[in-house]
């Protein structure tokens, strides 16, 4: 039993939030079932709504409403249901605000900095900031006592093994110089022991990237993790919420498959190189037809491609046209598996090294 301040785990895994539509009620719910944290992806979670292309903010609010109230649902009281929010998306304090009401359990925030979550949050819903650094832990927590009088309730490191946006400057993942997920673990916990002191509680650690097997989330639980988030391993499960084609591109991928490449959000992401990956390069800047306003650092002018729009294309399925994020175990995976089956290889895979 894990336990983040007054809400319980039966299990120490947290699944990833994947959007475009990769996390919603459906992954989210049978995790959660299982007695893990279901997280389900605040990145355009209404992208099938009607009105979505009018009115995306205020689609996809009512879209995590609808996700959180289904995965309940399915879950059947067990585990907990988060909700994943980029902090550098458009809307956020809406999209903050929208889950609460939903009535999530959790909100993780990453791809920037969170420091005003609590604003809009403290005290409604456990509040988790990702970090990929001890300096970055210790400047969040820094500004929520400084500013909300509070401190994260859990964190979630993502390494530079992880998939999707990552922490990382793109010269140090190509050059293989950046910190390993042990080394990061150790410097939070570090930086967050004062803040645990001084509010009197345990800050819980999850990591995340690269975790494929349950003999790794024995080890980091070893080295003084609560826990572990795991993401792309989920993709190939039925339960997912992604077209089976998306599926399939993840099981068909191999290590070569799988690169850097630029998004307009202005930090590295990590995909398989297809045909649309391809077309990045050569072509420099992909003309956007339509805008949806989503990403505060994205300019229609000068932004290489709508990511949004990519993202949305490869989970509906047209995969050599759109954008799959993986982490680098992607080329592991070989076959779809259920999410209970999934999860009951890890575990017990993870009691033979506690």
């Not at 490191?157 to 673990?185: R, V, W, Y």
């Not at 399939?248 to 190189?273: H, L, M, N, W, Y």
């Amino acid at each position: 039993m894990i336990q983040i301040q007054d809400k319980y785990l039966d299990i120490p895994l947290i699944q990833g939030g994947m959007g475009v539509g990769v996390s919603l009620s459906s992954l989210a719910g049978h995790v959660a079932m299982c007695g893990g944290m279901g997280v389900i992806s605040a990145a355009h979670p209404g992208y099938l709504y009607e009105g979505f292309r009018q009115n995306p903010i205020a689609t996809n609010c009512q879209a995590i409403k609808d996700h959180i109230k289904r995965a309940k649902e399915i879950a059947q009281g067990h585990g907990l249901i988060g909700v994943n929010i980029m902090v550098a998306g458009q809307g956020y304090e809406d999209l903050v605000k929208a889950s609460v009401d939903g009535g999530c359990d959790a909100i993780i925030s990453g791809a920037g900095l969170p420091l005003d979550l609590p604003k809009y949050a403290k005290g409604k819903t456990l509040l988790a900031p990702i970090v990929s650094s001890g300096k970055a832990a210790r400047l969040i927590a820094r500004v929520w006592e400084k500013r909300y009088q509070y401190t994260p309730d859990f964190v979630v490191i993502e390494g530079s093994e992880a998939g999707g946006h990552l922490g990382f400057k793109k010269e140090d993942l190509l050059n293989g110089t950046c910190q390993t997920l042990s080394e990061i673990l150790a410097d939070v916990k570090k930086e967050l022991k004062p803040f645990e002191e001084k509010f009197k509680k345990m800050i819980p650690i999850f990591v995340a990237g690269g975790i494929d097997s349950g003999k790794k989330i024995a080890q980091f639980i070893h080295l003084g993790a609560t826990g572990v988030q795991i993401a792309t391993p989920f993709i190939a499960t039925y339960e997912c919420d992604a077209s089976q084609a998306f599926k399939d591109a993840v099981i068909q991928a191999c290590d070569e498959d799988i690169e850097i490449v630029k998004s307009p959000t202005g930090f590295p992401g990590r995909a398989i190189v297809n045909e649309f990956v391809k077309k990045t390069r050569m072509t420099g800047n992909i003309t956007m037809k339509n805008c949806l306003h989503c990403m505060i650092p994205c300019t229609p002018e000068d932004t290489p491609y709508c990511i949004s729009e990519a993202l949305i294309q490869s989970v509906k399925g047209n995969v050599e046209n759109g954008l799959v994020f993986v982490g680098t175990q992607a080329a592991k995976i070989t076959k779809m598996k259920h999410v209970n089956e999934l999860i009951q290889e890890y575990m017990n895979e993870m009691e033979e090294y506690l």
